[in-house]
């Protein structure tokens, strides 16, 4: 018999590992994949929206029934419209046409409201994110509202020291090396932060779009993996949280996508393949008996508008 949860809330986290079998290099190299997927929005950002509500309410940053804004290109402001909606704070998001329409529709289901900041045809580039951090900061002005700020806020890393901690759990401490795409930053600093204590041999990966890889030193540019990417060095980054960086391209991450549906029966978003696509890079070049982890950070259900205008119609 399995126990009652409280709320929804309850059930995020403790998501489970699931060795690949198919999309793997052929020197016996274990690639696992977290399944973030699982999380009660099918994404690994809804602990760091819990994270980051709770902490401010705890302090009082953030009073009772008080207003929340974010700017989010889609999966932070789903999961804060989730963690809003159960702790009843009004939620103000501040995002894009340039992300996928079904997570624009998610968060107006949960209640949110939004303001879209148009795009360059649909390309995420430094001038969109800035945009929208610009907008959402005057919002919060204007209004009285918490602005969560996910760029800056650190609250969040104490939701990917619990991620990290699970990962060790699961892996029985076998693993050599830690594969995370880059968004604001939080997630390859928290669980690098936390297992670089538990084993300090363990190697970590950077992945980045291959058409904005700032972090590795390369142009700024315009691409479309939602989530990742914001096409400058963000607040949270510093030098020494990776070992080593991965570009990744639209083409490639979308191409493992299908890969990963079809092979392994995993059906993720192109963040997920970015990952999915460095991680197999990295697998490729260890020695036989070698663990890579990597993660699933969100479902594919949250793309579908997108991934139907790359399928073969149905006659």
Same mark, same amino acid.
């Given at each position: ?7 929804? =809330? ?21 690639? =696992? ?21 709770? +902490? ?7 009073? +009772? ?65 800035? &945009? ?5 900061? +005057? ?20 939701? *990917?020291?619990? =991620?990290? @901690?699970?990962? *060790? ?29 538990? &084993? ?9 779009? &291959? ?20 096409? *400058?060095?963000?607040?949270?980054? *510093? &030098? ?6 991965? +570009? ?9 996508? @299908? ?57």
């Amino acid at each position: 018999m399995t126990s009652v949860r409280f709320n929804i =809330l309850d059930t995020i986290g403790n998501t489970s590992i699931v060795q690949l079998q198919n999309a793997v290099p052929s020197n016996g190299v274990r690639i =696992l994949m977290k399944m973030e997927s699982s999380n009660p929005t099918g994404s690994m950002k809804d602990r760091m929206a819990f994270a980051m509500v709770t +902490a401010a309410e705890n302090d009082g940053r953030l009073k +009772a029934g008080g207003a929340v804004v974010e700017y989010t290109g889609g999966s932070t402001g789903v999961s804060l419209a989730l963690v809003c909606s159960v702790k009843k704070h009004p939620l103000h998001v501040v995002t894009s046409d340039a992300f996928s329409k079904e997570k624009l529709d998610h968060m107006r289901l949960l209640g949110a409201e939004l303001t879209l900041i148009p795009s360059d045809n649909g390309k995420q580039t430094e001038k969109l994110t800035k &945009d929208m951090i610009r907008e959402a900061h +005057a919002l919060a002005e204007r209004t009285g509202a918490y602005i969560t700020a996910q760029m800056d806020n650190t609250d969040q890393l104490a939701a *990917y020291t619990k =991620l990290a @901690d699970e990962i *060790y759990k699961q892996t029985e401490g076998q693993m050599d090396v830690f594969v995370q795409s880059v968004g604001s930053g939080a997630a390859l600093r928290g669980v690098s932060e936390r297992l670089r204590r538990l &084993d300090n041999r363990i190697r970590f990966v950077a992945v980045e779009p &291959d058409e904005s890889a700032v972090l590795s030193g390369g142009p700024s540019g315009s691409h479309r993996i939602d989530g990742i990417g914001a096409g *400058y060095v963000v607040p949270l980054w *510093y &030098d020494g949280i990776a070992d080593e960086f991965q +570009a990744v391209s639209t083409a490639d991450a979308r191409a493992m996508v @299908d890969r990963l549906a079809r092979e392994e029966g995993l059906f993720c978003g192109l963040s997920t393949g970015a990952n999915a696509t460095a991680a197999l890079r990295v697998a490729e070049r260890l020695k036989p008996g070698s663990t890579v982890v990597t993660v699933a950070c969100d479902s594919g259900l949250k793309y579908m508008s997108s991934f139907r205008q790359h399928m073969e119609p149905l006659t």
